[in-house]
């Protein structure tokens, strides 16, 4: 049996879900250090610290960019800069998708001891990935220079919507799947199989165009990760996204959010008593 005082301890602060997330967001200063702690954790005691990651990520375009290639019989400079474009934005829809699991889970400590809003979590785990984002397009800045026939212009600035885009989606992602997962443990194992097929489906590691040319195009055309990903790759390699990636972002984006804050306000009570 619960005590009176264990209760009151943990009894979630007196205020709607819109005002949670609303209060959440606005303490920045409490999300953004805790998001750059764990950051600083993760590579504590290491000699590059988080540009390991960018060295991973390097290595990883490189190695696949020559088998890539090959593969699809296109210029080595080309479908490296194509291949990193991608993984710039996948990378950042995985890691909010892989870590929205353990949101709530990791920071049981925090929401049984403390009143707080709970949102203050999911954007420091949004927060702390874009940081890792930041190293990654950092990496693919420098592949730009190296292989790209372009020059850096102001098209690549659209990329910039699209980025926040991603951000806004990673918000309602990451208390969405951090609500499931809280509440029924094996989510974790569902996303990660999700995130697998995920990857493989959508065309990071080929050309959209091979598939949307034949009868299997369907698996592009109802992918909407695909289009996330375009919203930032398409203006990275000065091309125009393709016609439907907005409109689907949109509507993707006001599902999400309408859907995430009626089982907020369904299960908000009930986070720290399933921590």
């Known amino acids: 049996m ?9 009894e979630p602060l007196l205020t709607t879900p819109a005002a949670d997330l609303l209060g959440g967001l606005l303490r920045w200063d409490l999300w953004g250090r805790l998001g750059w702690l764990e950051v600083k954790r993760r590579y504590r005691r290491t000699v590059l610290g988080p540009f390991w990651t960018s060295m991973s990520f390097a290595i990883f375009i490189g190695t696949f960019g020559a088998v890539g290639a090959g593969l699809w019989d296109q210029p080595m400079g080309e479908f490296v800069v194509f291949l990193a474009a991608g993984m710039v934005g996948w990378l950042l829809i995985a890691a909010i998708m892989t ?18 809003n709970y949102s203050i979590l999911v954007y420091a785990l949004v927060w702390r990935n874009f940081l890792v984002f930041l190293h990654h397009l ?5 592949i730009f220079l190296l292989f790209s026939d372009r020059r850096p212009d102001a098209a690549m600035l659209l990329a910039i919507p699209g980025i926040l885009l991603i951000i806004i989606n990673g918000v309602w992602m990451a208390l969405a799947l951090g609500m499931f997962a809280l509440r029924f443990r094996d989510m974790q194992q569902v996303v990660g199989n999700v995130i697998q097929i995920l990857m493989f489906v959508t065309p990071l590691f080929w050309p959209p165009d091979r598939l949307l040319a034949t009868s299997r195009g369907f698996i592009v055309q109802y992918n909407p990760v695909y289009y996330f990903i375009e919203i930032i790759r398409a203006p990275l390699l000065g091309a125009e996204p393709d016609p439907l990636s907005y409109p689907v972002v ?25 921590t």
């Open 2 to 10: 619960v005590s009176a005082s264990a209760t009151d301890r943990i």
């Open 99 to 116: 870590e929205a699991g353990t949101v709530f889970v990791a920071g049981s400590g925090i929401i049984r001891e403390i009143r707080l």
């Open 138 to 142: 950092a990496v693919f800045a420098v």
């Open 250 to 274: 949109f509507a993707v984006t006001l599902v999400g959010w309408v859907g995430t804050l009626l089982l907020f306000q369904r299960l908000r009570g009930r986070i720290p008593y399933w």
